[in-house]
Nanobody, 117 residues
Framework: QVQLVESGGGLVQAGGSLRLSCAAS????????MGWFRQAPGKEREFAAS????????YYGDSVKGRFTISRDNAKNTVYLQMNSLKPEDTAVYYC??????????WGQGTQVTVSS
């Protein structure tokens, strides 16, 4: 089992920045990658970014590419999402995920990000 705790969400004006953190605990040694999804009201959960725990392979969703940056600190078992140039359409609950072998995926409880126009 892996436990994930997100933090850093909040209310920000359009054009502003926020940094989300996701701290992992438990079976972290087996984690292959960690990432972020987001879900706006009435919409499906959308992929935002992911990073492998070894090899530094990074992917971004098209809607955040060029504005968001994912990074990791393996010593702290923490993944970050730096969000710049935020737009009202970035408003969503942001969920951290951890992927382990055998297609096991764990989720955090989510953190709300609200961008006002």
């Amino acid at each position: 089992q892996v436990q994930l705790v997100e933090s850093g969400g909040g209310l920000v004006q359009a054009g502003g920045s926020l940094r989300l953190s996701c701290a992992a605990s438990g079976r972290t040694g087996s984690t292959r990658l960690m990432g972020w999804f987001r879900q706006a009201p009435g919409k499906e959960r959308e992929f935002a970014a992911s990073i492998t725990m070894s090899g530094n392979i990074i992917y971004y969703g098209d809607s955040v590419k060029g504005r968001f940056t994912i990074s990791r600190d393996n010593a702290k078992n923490t993944v970050y999402l730096q969000m710049n140039s935020l737009k009202p359409e970035d408003t969503a609950v942001y969920y951290c995920n951890a992927d382990l072998p055998e297609a096991k995926r764990y989720w955090g409880q989510g953190t709300q990000v609200t961008v006002s126009s």
